[in-house]
């Protein structure tokens, strides 16, 4: 990113709705939540979901009726965001008769997707910024609306700590460098809440500044943890597991934490 979006003044005047889709579990939480951004009779959906029939029912329930579909908009390819986000932009383009694009930051990881716009535009200007925050996977990325309010998908949770995927191209230093750009934007007034990909918003400027802050002292806690291990020779998979996670990790929280470790063991010793 070369700048920051700029600071978005006044009280919001686009409405964001927050349904949250029936899939709980150790890694979605409650359920993934799906937002309705409505601006008017102009709206539009970021991370449908999951293939729903009755979720995606709930969301075009949300939307301004009679309405223009602007634009389904997914924080990045993980299923729990994405599998519905097709479907939902046919509904919605045959509701309408307009054209609905779907977008992601990487199209080849979505069907029928194309490039992420960086802003997304009403009758009225700008809507949301798109800020791009690789990490958790290499295509997440983020939307700030107008008055502060931030998207953040899965670079931040309400309420746990989100998981660095190596195999999705999520990158240990990339997603630290995220939280950075978070801090710095909460803390010179962008960003006002949070709204996460699961979880409850954080809907003050300090929550949101405390919920990053904790993120950052969490992550950078475990790969201290990571290190230390190593330094005292533990090297397999199986024991670091053990030494930075304990003895009594649940057996559905496992392979987040192996995919943690071994995010802070190629943070630790880059591949070049
Ligand atoms: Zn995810």
């Known amino acids: 990113m070369d700048e920051l979006p700029p600071r978005l003044p006044g009280a919001p005047s686009v409405d964001l709705i927050q349904l949250t889709a029936p899939n709980p579990g150790p890694m979605t939480l409650e359920g993934t939540n799906t937002y309705v951004i409505r601006d008017g009779d102009q709206a539009w959906v970021v991370d449908p979901g999951p293939r729903d029939p ?25 299923a729990d965001h994405a599998a519905g986000a097709a479907t939902l932009a ?20 979505v069907h029928g997707a194309r490039p992420v ?3 997304l535009t009403s009758d009225h200007g700008t809507v949301g910024h798109v800020v791009h925050l690789p990490g958790h996977t290499g295509d997440s990325i983020g939307v700030l609306l107008e008055g502060g309010r931030m998207l953040t998908g899965d670079t931040l949770l309400g309420g746990s700590s989100t998981v660095v995927v190596p195999d999705d191209g999520g990158v240990l230093a990339e997603y630290l460098q995220s939280l950075a750009i978070l ?16 979880g409850p918003q954080s809907s003050s400027p300090l929550d949101a500044l405390t919920v ?8 950078e806690e ?40 071994r995010a802070a063991l190629d943070h630790l010793s880059p591949r070049t």
């Open 117 to 119: 716009p960086s802003e």
């Open 54 to 78: 009755e979720h995606l029912a709930d969301v075009l329930l949300a939307m301004p009726r009679p309405g223009r579909p602007m634009g389904v908009l997914v924080t990045h390819h993980h």
């Open 90 to 109: 046919r509904q919605l383009a045959a509701r309408s008769g307009c054209e609905v694009p779907l977008w992601a930051a990487d199209p080849a990881l």
């Open 222 to 261: 475990r790969l201290e943890q990571v290190r230390r291990a190593r330094t005292a020779g533990i090297l397999t998979m199986d024991r670091l597991l053990r030494a930075v996670y304990g003895p009594d990790l649940p057996p559905e929280k496992e392979k987040a934490a192996r995919w943690n470790i």
């Open 212 to 219: 990053i802050d904790e993120a950052i002292a969490h992550r």
């Open 183 to 198: 801090r710095a934007m909460a803390l010179d007034g962008r960003i006002g809440s949070l709204h996460p990909g699961h």
